[in-house]
Every structure is written in C-alpha cells, then in structure tokens.
C-alpha cells in the first residue's frame, strides 16, 4: 500500500499495498526498467499479474487513507471504518499474492512481505477498535513503523519483476 500513515504516504503497499509501496531496497530510480520486449514472456506475465493484483489494492488504500487522514479525521466512528477497509484490503492482497506464480527470485520475498503486511493489518484492525480518537492517534508511530518492512519487501520484488519503484506519492 503506498501511503503512511498520518503525513507519511504509506506503501501497504502491500497492498500495500501491497500495489507496488515503497522505498529502500531493489532497483534505483535512476536506474530503468529492462523494456517490455526485453524481459521474457514469463517474467512480463508474472510482473503483470502482480499489477493485477497490487493496483486495484492500491487505489482501494488510497481512498481509505484520503479519507481516514482528511474528512474522517475526527470522526471515530469514520476513521474506524476506514482502518477496517484497509485490514480487509491488506488481507485480500496477500491471499492473492500468495497466489501467483512468480519467478523464484520475486517468489522469494513473497512470505516476507505477506508476513509483515499481516503483521501490519493486524496492527490496522487492532487500531480500528480504538474507543476514542486520541488512543487511535496515540497507535500512530505504532503504525507507522509498521510500514518499513512492507515497503522494504514490495521494492524487492517489484526490483526482480523487473518494475519500477511504486510510487509513494
């Protein structure tokens, strides 16, 4: 997913978010992209079906944190529904990651980012039963933290797909 929490876009990247999130391992910025035509057709379709899968989680993240840090911001009745929205998401993107077939260097961080995207929705969902606002602020480093080995994971194996860094907007 690739928003953070509060001010700091988060990558849930993973979906997270999970999508393409994040910023620290793999390919540089400065360094693109092997063309289309260049990779094999396996590895394009592998890279594709991740985007498949990462994008729409992705989006669905974004509108969630756009509204958990905008409008619903002092709403907790909102802001819950709104980190719930986002659990639920996180979690789908990890069944459907656990899904695909990928190359054996993406493959390999497939059980790290899932395992620190859980541990991450489980930490969302975890906050979304805050009985008030300020003990749901009060999780924020808390979830924040949370963000660094996902986006550390969905740079890996965007790196070995062969795709460009997500943005992190």
């Not at 988060?10 to 400065?30: I, K, R």
Request: neutral net charge.
């Amino acid at each position: 997913m690739n928003r953070l929490w509060g001010a700091v876009p988060v990558v849930v990247g993973a979906v997270l978010a999970v999508s393409g999130c994040a910023v620290g391992l793999g390919a540089s910025a400065s360094v693109p992209a092997p063309a289309p035509a260049a990779r094999p057709a396996a590895a394009a379709a592998a890279a594709a079906a991740y985007l498949a899968i990462a994008t729409p989680a992705n989006h669905r993240l974004d509108a969630d944190f756009d509204r958990f840090d905008g409008a619903d911001r002092g709403d907790l009745a909102a802001a819950r529904a709104d980190l719930r929205d986002i659990a639920a998401t996180e979690h789908a993107f990890d069944r459907d990651l656990a899904r695909l077939a990928l190359p054996q260097a993406a493959a390999a961080w497939v059980r790290p980012l899932i395992s620190a995207n859980e541990t991450r929705a489980d930490l969302t969902a975890r906050a979304a039963t805050s009985g008030s606002l300020p003990l749901l602020n009060g999780l924020r480093p808390r979830l924040t933290a949370a963000n660094a080995p996902v986006e550390r994971a969905v740079t890996g194996i965007r790196a070995d797909l062969g795709l460009p860094p997500p943005d992190t907007h």
